[in-house]
């Protein structure tokens, strides 16, 4: 009985030991494959951080933070699960954003902006190009705010009741108009 018990306990300490040694070999290559942070600028995980603001052009971000590396600045924004292989369209047009926020709000021009995931980084630089992205998507969302939406199926009882109609074009249409709910007659 007692040589069952030492017997269970060798393979207990044996099996932590394998797992310490596991975790701490995940540890170090993590830290080998993602660079050390550098000086936070700005720290937008804080729950009371204020929005990075280019005040001139109407535009506010919130990275997670923004890195200096030297005479490098980086925005980045943290990720959580896998990373993909390729940075998508969509983050393309986000990370041109933080970083055109970026520069205007601190008055410093961003080298690049990162997608940090746990186990790679994803890096964009700054380039003329990205910067017309940016520049391109700004003006694309002020013109459609100007126009307002398509209209396509709205359906005037519907809008009659919205909590949004002083927002939504189609609303400030009908609050201007004064058109009656056809719900109210």
Known sequence: MAQQILS?????LLLFGAIVILLTRHEVAKR???????????DGTLPNADPLIAGAYGLAGKPSYVEKHGNKLEVILLRSGAAPA??????????????????????ERPTAAVLRYESKELRLPYTR??????????Q???????KGPELRSQNP????ACAYKSMC????NMLNTK????ISR
């Open 179 to 182: 058109q009656k709910s056809p």
């Open 129 to 138: 190009s990205v910067y017309a992205i940016a520049v391109e998507t700004l």
């Open 32 to 42: 080998d494959t993602l660079p050390e942070k550098g000086e936070i600028l700005y």
């Open 8 to 12: 269970a306990c060798i393979t207990a």
């Open 86 to 107: 390729a940075i998508s369209q969509s983050d393309v047009a986000l990370l041109a954003a933080e970083l055109f926020t970026a520069e205007e709000a601190l008055g």
């Open 169 to 172: 074009a189609v609303g400030k």
């Open 157 to 160: 009882a519907v809008c009659a």
């Open 140 to 146: 694309a969302m002020r013109n459609s705010e100007a």
